[in-house]
């Protein structure tokens, strides 16, 4: 938000700068600047939390708005500090119920409280998610069948890969959670790949490692 209101007054000051040296340009066009370069701004925003494969990118800017709650439990959650993470849960205002609810079920299945996390993970309103934790949760309780019908709701490759490596990594085939890993991972973008590379860095020197991501 900081940085649309610096470009809108930048984007404000040139207009009073053209005026200063008498250049007259219609105010369509002056508006007109100030609108693309706010646009600009948010297109780069977007870019880099939904399209960019720069993980390094798009962890400088999780860095920079770690003041945030929203960035600090991201990295809280990358870095596996599930008491941090729920500390900032519990400070996202309203707009992030989703993201909140999300978060807390990674946080409950990674303290093993599976019907807690089931709970929360019934409340998603987003169906890709609602599914994907569905799934993982019922991986996690054996639940072979189950685990398989809600793997097929799930739509999105990425989400779909990370399941099939869950479950590789489960049934001891460290290669085959690996390829699919990978998998996960090269059909990722922005945020969510940032967030699967670093788990998987961490997990990786995990000692007592129970998940693959």
Not at 185 to 203: A, D, F, K, N, P
């Amino acid at each position: 938000m900081k940085s649309l209101l610096f470009w809108a007054l930048i984007g404000a000051s040139i207009g009073v700068f053209l005026n200063v040296v008498h250049a007259q340009l219609p105010k369509s066009i002056e508006i007109g600047i100030i609108i693309l370069i706010v646009m600009g701004i948010g297109c780069y925003h977007m870019y880099i939390l939904f399209w960019t494969k720069n993980v390094n990118l798009v962890e400088g800017y999780v860095k920079k708005r770690i003041k945030h709650p929203y960035y600090a439990l991201t990295r809280a959650l990358v870095h596996k500090q599930f008491e941090q993470a729920e500390q900032y849960a519990e400070q996202l205002k309203k707009g992030y119920e989703e993201a909140k609810k999300l978060a807390l079920v990674h946080i409950y299945i990674e303290k093993g409280e599976l019907e807690e996390a089931e709970r929360v993970a019934n409340d998603i309103q987003n169906e890709t998610a609602r599914y994907y934790n569905q799934a993982l949760i019922a991986l996690l309780r054996g639940q072979e069948d189950r685990f398989e019908n809600l793997k097929q709701k799930v739509k999105k490759h990425p989400f779909c890969y990370v399941l099939e490596a869950e479950r590789a990594f489960r049934n001891g085939d460290q290669k085959e959670a690996e390829r699919y890993g990978n998998l996960a991972i090269s059909t990722s973008r922005g945020l969510q790949r940032y967030v699967l590379v670093r788990s998987l860095e961490h997990q990786q020197n995990h000692p007592n490692r129970q998940t693959f991501f």
